[in-house]
Structures are given as structure tokens and as C-alpha cells.
């Protein structure tokens, strides 16, 4: 039978005119493809609103699989998280401006939690496809790293079912014009979260692949 794959994309901020989580998760909506069904929304780039709007849109979908989607400016690759902490420190205003500086996301929840997607399998199979990717060992600090770890709270405490992660993705070349920063085309993206799509599904055990960091 085939997964259904929730995918999210967060509506533009720090004075973008366009995210590139947004346009690339569109392109899926309602995409059947190799045993998968897509489904993808807006979620606003607001603390704590972002993780409500997310859950409700679980309850309505639910989904087998979650991949939320957000634009990490000065990337080079699609970056599959491995872990969410428990964190905001925001460097700038959210979408209503709000800006929480060294508070907890969840007061009683723990350090951190890591995604329960095989991010290093969706890295390889990217990579195999010709599609930049790597692990990110940290998503910041700010409503991407927010609501990954709102989405991992939720699986933990209320969906054990389910399997969740997020993904950082570059800049739109439409976004780069002016600024030295690497981006990459909307076609490349949205091909990668299909495969990163794809792997997640086929839920393959975690192999054991080299992606790790020195720093
Ligand atoms: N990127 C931001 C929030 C929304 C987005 O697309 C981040 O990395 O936290």
C-alpha cells in the first residue's frame, strides 16, 4: 500500500520575497510516485504557531511520514537534520516579530531529539540521483529548529507511529542575484525531497554510511 507523505513548507521571512521550501513543496502536492502519495502545506515562520498549524495538519492528514521544509540561506546542498534541540535563540524577529532569546522550546522535554528518518540513506540516494546533499548536525536556533523539535515532541509523546524529520534546503537562484551565496534550481529541489521522500518510505534500515563532521 502506498505512504502517505506529509511535506511542509514555511512562507518567506527575514525580508525574502520567496522561500524555497514553500515552491519546492508545492510542486508535490497531490504527486503519486513509486509507492508514495504527496501532500504539502504552508506553515507560517512563527514560533509556536508553526508547530499548532503542523500538528492539526497531521490530525487531518495523517500521514505516515512528515518532512518539514525550510530554506537554510548560504547552503550549498539539501540538508537532512539528525537533530533538533531544545532551543530558541533567535537572531532575528519571526513573522510576528516575535524573537525568544536562550528560552526552551518545551520546559519539560528533553536536550534534544533526533529525526527517526534515515537521514544518511536519503543523503546517499540524492547524491546517486546528481543532487547535492549532506547530514546537517544542527538546524539552528530559530522556527526551522523549532518546529523540528515540535514535530519530534509530538512523535515521541503522541504518535509513535509515525516517522518525522526535516530537511534544510539552499536558496532559489532567483534569491542569489545581488548576493554572493550559493543556490540551487527549483526543479533540483523539488527532485531531491522526491528521493529524500522515496528513501524515508521505503524505510530501509539505517546503513551504516560515512556522513559524519569534523567540526
Ligand atoms: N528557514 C528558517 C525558518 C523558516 C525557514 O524557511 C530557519 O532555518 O529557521
Redesign the pocket.
Known amino acids: 500500500m502506498s505512504k502517505k507523505v506529509l511535506l511542509t513548507?514555511?512562507d518567506p521571512?527575514g525580508g525574502e520575497s520567496m522561500?524555497p521550501?514553500l515552491e519546492a513543496v508545492k510542486q508535490l502536492n497531490g504527486r503519486i510516485a513509486e509507492g508514495i502519495f504527496m501532500v504539502s502545506y504552508e506553515i507560517p515562520?512563527v514560533f509556536h504557531e508553526s508547530i499548532s498549524v503542523l500538528t492539526k495538519v497531521i490530525q487531518k492528514e495523517e500521514p505516515d511520514i512528515v518532512i518539514c521544509?525550510?530554506?537554510?540561506g548560504g547552503r550549498a546542498q539539501l540538508t537532512p537534520e539528525l537533530v533538533a534541540i531544545n532551543l530558541n535563540d533567535a537572531r532575528i524577529p519571526d513573522n510576528q516579530n516575535q524573537q525568544p532569546v536562550d528560552e526552551p522550546i518545551d520546559v519539560n522535554g528533553p536536550a534534544a531529539y533526533f529525526s527517526n528518518l534515515p537521514v544518511k540513506s536519503m543523503v546517499q540516494e540524492c547524491i546517486a540521483a546528481g543532487i547535492p546533499a549532506a547530514v546537517s548536525h544542527s538546524?539552528?536556533t530559530?522556527?526551522?529548529?523549532?518546529l523540528f523539535y515540535g514535530l519530534m515532541h509530538y512523535i515521541h509523546t503522541e504518535a509513535s507511529h509515525l516517522r518525522g524529520g526535516f530537511i534544510?534546503i539552499p536558496y532559489l537562484p532567483q534569491q542569489v542575484l545581488h548576493k554572493t551565496a550559493p543556490s540551487l534550481g527549483l526543479d533540483t529541489i523539488t527532485q531531491g525531497l522526491l528521493v529524500a521522500a522515496v528513501a524515508s518510505a521505503n524505510d530501509t534500515p539505517e546503513r551504516k554510511i560515512i556522513g559524519g563532521s569534523l567540526h
Open positions: 513548507g514555511f521571512f522561500n521550501s515562520t521544509v525550510g530554506q537554510a538546524a539552528g530559530f522556527v526551522c529548529n523549532h534544510h
